[in-house]
């Protein structure tokens, strides 16, 4: 059997996802719902920023803009797992009912396939915002509009989306050892909300501890920094496309090694 | 012994929630990792303040405030709207509502248990290390009985909320989106996640007039300042019984007149 190329996977991923845009549009009122519950959230986590900003004109030589550009950063670079890796949710349900067994008899890739069968359109709102945002603060900042940066942002916003998809795959993959994985999710999924902050607010520790262990300070603060401060890059940032793939790399393969572990419910 | 019946409900839900000690140890790390990101955040925002007091609350006020906070939410989210929903989805409301026991009253009471392993494993400790870290900022006095009574006043009040949401999902059959929209109002409103004090002036006047700064910011400004200043205390709790009143009577007859609404899928 001849190796399958990526035309082949971006092929058969449109036609999983016209399937899975059908099956959502026949619950429009939840479809509906569900995306004003998003922007719900999207509001009041921006109405939350903005009444800390009225008590306090900068946190840690921070301005508002700048905290805002963050804001906005995280927000896009959340989108993909939000949108992507939505079916990580239903893992545990799979393997606990014992259903997770059809997909391990596809011939192709069981991740993808796996990832494949749910895209969230939720999402995409919340990048709309995240994009208006950054658009925003960038030109209150004064910052620079050159096609050199236009590229920098968009891989650094790429590459740092992948931290939270490799921080969501690994805490996903807990279920295929302790059954009942949603706890674990949910702390991962929270992560999201502590990497809108500068990692120099932490001590050294816990700068560590978000930089190296749980990776959220690559999920925005270190690759903004390559757009926000341009004259003094840390080493740090100019290594977060590498940390990213290397994270999602590492979660991939915890993701796969549990799923061929998977001995199913023998029903 | 109509008493008797509950209890046995209580005892259940203790049994149950014992039996995932793996999801608690998740929930504590998850909680510490909260607290941690909370305390260097607000120690950042002070420092760049230039002043000691901000919105009438000090640094330590304000940790202690957002401390007891997320304790509190720990203690009091129950995941009503998702059990209901849920039950709906699967049909198992109609074994529920055949019980010989109010739906409203089964649900809660058969949460209760979670109340009483809740407040041991991460209520009552919280409490007491923040009030040995504080160095008596928490004064021991008329102000503990009061916070008990307003606590419970809370737990009233944001069970019928829960369940007035709840009952909603009766017409939409969507579950996350609407639970999605309540916590965010109520997580904002409440004061839960920036305390009422730093909101500005129109947006705090309303506050006090929406039934949800009863649930976390009523109790916890009875505790900290209930035994210095018993008269605005009371006049919080005060507030707090007529939204019990309110919202318990609005969640009961919205439940009776949406009951002939249910149809269940046949299972």
């Known amino acids: 059997m001849k190796k399958k190329g990526i035309g082949f996977y971006l092929r058969i991923y449109g036609k999983i996802l016209a399937q899975d845009l059908k099956s959502k549009m026949s619950y429009r009122a939840d479809f509906i719902i569900s995306t004003i519950g998003m922007i719900f959230t999207n509001i009041s986590g921006f109405v939350s920023f903005w009444i800390l900003f009225k008590n306090f004109s900068s946190i840690n030589g921070w301005s508002y803009y700048e905290m805002l550009f963050l804001y906005g950063f995280s927000l896009v670079s959340i989108t993909p797992v939000q949108c992507l890796f939505d079916n990580n949710w239903s893992l545990r349900i799979y393997v606990y009912s014992g259903d997770f067994i059809k ?38 900042i004064g910052l620079a509009v050159t096609p050199l940066a236009i590229i920098k942002l968009v891989v650094f916003l790429i590459t740092a989306s992948l931290i939270m998809i490799a921080l969501q795959n690994a805490a996903a993959a807990t279920c295929f050892w302790i059954q009942n994985s949603f706890y674990v999710l949910d702390l991962a999924f929270k992560f999201k909300d502590y990497a809108r902050y500068p990692i120099t607010i932490f001590s050294p520790v816990f700068r560590f501890i978000f930089t190296f262990v749980i990776p959220i300070a690559f999920i925005a603060y270190y690759p903004s920094l390559v757009i926000l401060r341009p004259d003094a890059v840390p080493i740090l940032s100019w290594l977060s496309p590498v940390i990213g793939v290397m994270f999602f790399y590492i979660s991939y393969k915890i993701w796969m090694y549990g799923a061929m572990k998977y001995s199913g419910t023998g029903s | 012994m109509s008493i008797k019946k509950y209890l046995t409900l209580t005892r259940a839900g203790i049994i149950e929630a014992l039996q995932f000690r793996l999801s608690f140890l998740v929930m504590i790390i998850g909680n510490l990792l909260y607290l941690i990101v909370i305390y260097f955040l607000w120690k950042a925002i002070y420092a760049s303040a230039g002043t000691d007091v901000v919105g009438g609350m000090t640094f330590s006020d304000t940790l202690i405030y957002l401390v007891l906070a ?45 109340f009483v392993t809740q407040f041991f494993l991460t209520f009552l400790p919280t409490f007491i290390a923040v009030s040995i870290l504080t160095h008596g900022a928490i004064s021991f006095g008329v102000n503990l009985p009061l916070f008990v009574v307003s606590v419970i006043m809370a737990i009233s009040i944001n069970y019928s909320i829960d369940f007035i949401v709840g009952t909603i999902c009766l017409y939409t059959e969507s579950i996350w989106g609407i639970n999605i929209m309540k916590q965010v109002i109520v997580l904002l409103l409440s004061g839960a996640t920036i305390p009422i004090a730093f909101f500005p002036e129109p947006l705090k006047s309303a506050m006090f007039y929406l039934p949800f700064q009863s649930i976390y910011n009523a109790p916890l400004t009875v505790l900290l300042h209930g035994g210095s200043d018993i008269e605005s205390a009371l006049r919080l709790m005060g507030m707090q019984l007529v939204w019990v009143v309110i919202m318990n009577v609005i969640s009961i007859v919205f439940w009776k007149a949406s009951l002939r609404q249910i149809t269940v899928n046949g299972g």
């Open chain 1, 103 to 140: 997909y391990c008899f596809r011939p192709i890739n069981l991740f993808f396939y796996f990832q494949s069968e749910v895209f969230d359109i939720k999402g995409l709102g919340q990048l709309a915002f995240g994009i208006g945002t950054i658009v925003y603060s960038w030109s209150r």
């Open chain 2, 70 to 114: 997320t304790a509190l939410y720990n203690f009091m989210e129950m995941y009503t709207v998702w059990e209901i929903g849920r039950n709906i989805q699967s049909g198992k409301i109609v074994l529920d509502l055949l019980k010989p026991m109010e739906y409203r009253r089964y649900l809660f009471w058969s949460y209760s248990g979670s």
